[in-house]
C-alpha cells in the first residue's frame, strides 16, 4: 500500500514563528499536494508539485510556500505563522489518471 | 473552475437504515473520487468512477456516476455505527488538481 507520512499530528505555534510541514510518500509518485481543512469550508488546496523542483499555486497560496527537492518529501512552508492558519493540514500523493489520491493523517496546527 | 455541492450536509440515520449522499459538479465530471474522514484524521479512500453509469460497490456501499447529470451518488445499505464520518466527494477535472465538495457528516444512532 501506498503510504503518505506527515511528520507531526500536532503542532503548536507562536505567531510570527517559520514553520515547517513534512510530508514523505513511498510510493514514487510525482505528484504531490498541501491541502488545508476548516469547518465549512472544506479542503482546499495550497499547493501542489508535479515534479522535483517543480510547484504549482493552487487555491490559497497566500502566506505558504512549499519545497520539494527531493520526489518523495514535499514540504509545506508557513514564512511566518498567523493565527488564521490554525487548520488541519493534509498532504496527498497521486500516481495518475486512473489511480486514486492518497492522503496522510493530517497535521493539525494550532498558532497561537 | 469547477466546485463540487454535496447534499445533504449532514445526516443522522438510525442503524439498520439505508442512505444516499449526492455530489454535483458545476461542470463535466473526468473523474469522480469519494474519500471518508474520521473527526481528526486523513482521508480514506473509498471508490473512484471514471465512466458515465459506472457503478462499484464495496461491501455495503455503493456509489454510482451519472455522466449527464454531472452527478454521483453514494449508497449506504444497512449502516452501522463504523459507517459514521465525514464522506467527501471529489474530481480532478482532468486537470490533475483534486477539488472536493464540503462534505457530508454521517452519524448512525445504534
Known amino acids: 500500500d501506498v503510504k503518505v507520512t506527515q511528520s507531526s499530528r500536532y503542532l503548536v505555534k507562536r505567531t510570527g514563528e517559520k514553520v515547517f510541514l513534512e510530508c514523505v510518500q513511498d510510493?514514487?509518485?510525482?505528484?504531490m499536494f498541501w491541502y488545508r481543512q476548516d469547518p465549512g469550508l472544506g479542503l482546499r488546496l495550497i499547493y501542489f508539485?508535479?515534479?522535483?523542483?517543480?510547484?504549482e499555486k493552487g487555491d490559497i497560496p497566500e502566506g505558504y510556500s512549499v519545497s520539494r527537492e527531493k520526489k518523495e518529501r514535499f514540504s509545506l512552508i508557513l514564512e511566518s505563522a498567523s493565527t488564521n492558519q490554525t487548520s488541519m493540514y493534509l498532504c496527498a500523493s497521486f500516481r495518475g489518471s486512473g489511480y486514486g489520491y492518497t492522503f496522510g493523517s493530517g497535521t493539525r496546527l494550532t498558532v497561537v | 473552475s469547477q466546485e463540487l455541492e454535496q447534499s445533504p450536509q449532514s445526516l443522522i440515520v438510525q442503524e439498520g437504515k439505508n442512505l444516499t449522499i449526492n455530489c454535483t459538479s458545476s461542470?463535466?465530471?473526468?473523474?469522480l473520487y469519494w474519500y471518508k474522514q474520521k473527526y481528526g484524521e486523513g482521508l480514506i479512500f473509498l471508490m473512484m468512477?471514471?465512466?458515465?453509469?459506472e457503478e462499484k460497490s464495496h461491501e455495503k456501499i455503493t456509489a454510482k456516476l451519472d455522466e449527464k447529470k454531472q452527478q454521483s451518488s453514494l449508497h449506504i445499505t444497512a449502516s452501522q455505527p463504523s459507517h459514521a464520518g465525514i464522506y467527501l466527494c471529489g474530481a480532478d477535472g482532468n486537470t490533475g488538481k483534486l477539488i472536493f465538495g464540503q462534505g457530508t457528516t454521517l452519524q448512525v444512532k445504534p
Open positions: 508539485s508535479y515534479d522535483v523542483k517543480m510547484k
Open positions: 461542470k463535466t465530471l473526468y473523474g
Open positions: 510510493m514514487d509518485h510525482e505528484n
Open positions: 468512477l471514471q465512466k458515465g453509469g
